[in-house]
């Protein structure tokens, strides 16, 4: 098998589309779940055991495939250089991490095998990989970042002034209590923004509760409105793609 032939397979895409893509990927996405099992448990079966092997042994294959091939991805970019960033670039970076501990190159202290677990769970970033429906939502999100950048940026600015008014709103003994720092504020205006409210801290004034109410009217359209974007936008990529096809 050519070096070509194996990239087109590894690196999936609608022009060079074929039977063994579509197997690769899907073997992958099964091993991804596979290797995320146990970690949905306390405590690790054999069975546990043999899932992180086979995955492993696979995501190192995966790994190593797609660094040898890293210069038929940037065919005018030389291939030394290619070579050299390739293990440099963010899905490689994570592929690495997840790899590593089940390699044991870590300790075995309590803190470290947190560190181990958190790592692994990396891999379901893999399926930003392998997910073409996923690639397509990235896609959507890279095209409307301007959009969604401003968006975010206005809703940061209204979780700001929202909870520096209510800390100083909220300055009696009781609403003190409540919003004793900051942070607590700013916790509140998150939550309270985003429609979430988990009703663990609340304003007591009238005047605290008052902006309450602005602030989750306000969240429902920060919410919606990045939403109907990223919907129109998604739907024009799925019409391309069939226009390609």
Do not use: C
């Amino acid at each position: 098998m050519s070096r070509e032939t194996l990239f087109h397979i590894i690196e999936y895409d609608d022009a060079h589309r074929s039977r063994w893509s579509t197997v690769y990927d899907v073997a992958m996405l099964v091993l991804i779940v596979m290797s995320i099992v146990p970690l949905m448990f306390r405590t690790q079966t054999p069975l546990f055991v043999w899932f992180d092997q086979v995955s492993v042994a696979a995501f190192m294959l995966d790994y190593l495939l797609r660094w040898s091939t890293a210069d038929l991805k940037h065919p005018r970019q030389s291939r030394l250089l290619s070579f050299a960033t390739y293990p440099l670039t963010p899905m490689a970076i994570m592929d690495i991490l997840s790899i590593l501990p089940s390699l044991g190159v870590f300790g075995r202290s309590l803190k470290v095998l947190r560190m181990v677990r958190l790592l692994k769970t990396l891999r379901l970033f893999k399926f930003l990989r392998y997910s073409r429906q996923i690639q397509v939502l990235v896609r959507v999100l890279k095209k409307e970042r301007k959009i969604l950048l401003t968006v975010m940026g206005i809703a940061v600015a209204y979780i700001f002034v929202t909870a520096l008014i209510m800390f100083n709103v909220e300055s009696t003994a009781e609403g003190a209590a409540v919003f004793s720092t900051f942070f607590d504020a700013l916790y509140w205006a998150t939550t309270t923004l985003t429609t979430v409210g988990y009703g663990d801290i609340s304003p007591v004034s009238s005047v605290g509760r008052f902006i309450s109410m602005l602030s989750s009217l306000f969240g429902v359209a920060v919410i919606a409105l990045p939403s109907g974007v990223i919907t129109a936008s998604y739907l024009d990529e799925l019409r391309e793609q069939k226009k390609a096809s």
